[in-house]
């Protein structure tokens, strides 16, 4: 039983254009969640959180909206940059964010230039 | 600040043989948490060490064990290996007021 899923495992944008990542859970007692990003060869890096108070989070770039009728969170990457080209990971949490990390599948993003 | 790290980095290991994997945590954090992530899928929890006990445990036999020491360190040990325990496994720290969860680079682990 999946509790978080992300149902899109690639997304190729053109460098410059937004990238939104989608992230869906079913769990109702995670009251906080995370995107992590993940290169090859590295551990995950945490991008962004946002707490179930809050519907929307800001951070240069990256902002990540919350609906939580719809249990749906997406991040949004404006402008995105070949840089960003990695896998991102949608992470949910009962409490806080240094409790058990329940992931989503990871979507793999591409940024051409 | 060193951040997370963890040792070694690969290694292979047989079936029916035993492994500790070993992470130093962050400078200041004070919980480690344990993750295996299979080829193509998402991090999945294994569990969690706080002062020296385990606090939270995910789906996993009882063949995975851990430790946590004075210092914070951990050590994750996998007995009687299955092709199975494949993977990459991540270890992540936090800190007192349960901030976001840092992670090392992972040890890859094969079995054959």
């Known amino acids: 039983d999946q509790q978080v899923k992300q149902n899109s495992p690639s997304l190729s944008v053109q460098e410059g254009r937004i990238s939104i990542l989608n992230c869906d859970y079913t769990?109702?007692?995670?009251?906080?969640f995370l995107w992590y990003k993940k290169y090859p060869a590295e551990g995950p890096t945490f991008l962004i959180s946002?707490?179930?108070?809050?519907d929307k989070n800001e951070d240069g770039r990256f902002t990540v909206f919350l609906n939580k009728s719809a249990k749906h969170l997406s991040l949004h990457i404006v402008p995105s940059q070949p840089g960003d080209s990695a896998v991102y990971f949608c992470a949910a949490s009962g409490n806080n964010a240094g409790n058990m990390l329940t992931f989503g599948g990871g979507t793999r993003l591409m940024v051409k230039p | 600040d060193a951040g997370v790290t963890q040792s070694p980095t690969h290694l292979i290991k047989t079936r029916g043989q035993q492994v500790t994997l070993r992470c130093s945590p962050k400078?200041?954090?004070?919980?480690v948490s344990w993750y295996q992530q299979a080829l193509g899928q998402g991090p999945q929890f294994i569990f969690q060490y706080y002062e020296e006990e385990e606090r939270q445990r995910g789906n996993f036999p009882d063949r995975f064990s851990g430790h946590q020491f004075p210092n914070y360190s951990s050590e994750l040990n996998v007995n009687a290996l299955l092709l199975g325990d494949s993977a990459l496994y991540l270890c992540?720290?936090?800190?007192?007021?349960?901030?976001?969860?840092?992670f090392g680079q992972g040890t890859r682990l094969t079995v054959v």
């Open positions: 400078s200041g954090h004070d919980t």
């Open positions: 946002i707490s179930s108070i809050k």
């Open positions: 769990n109702s007692m995670f009251d906080y």
């Open positions: 992540a720290s936090s800190g007192l007021m349960n901030t976001e969860a840092f």
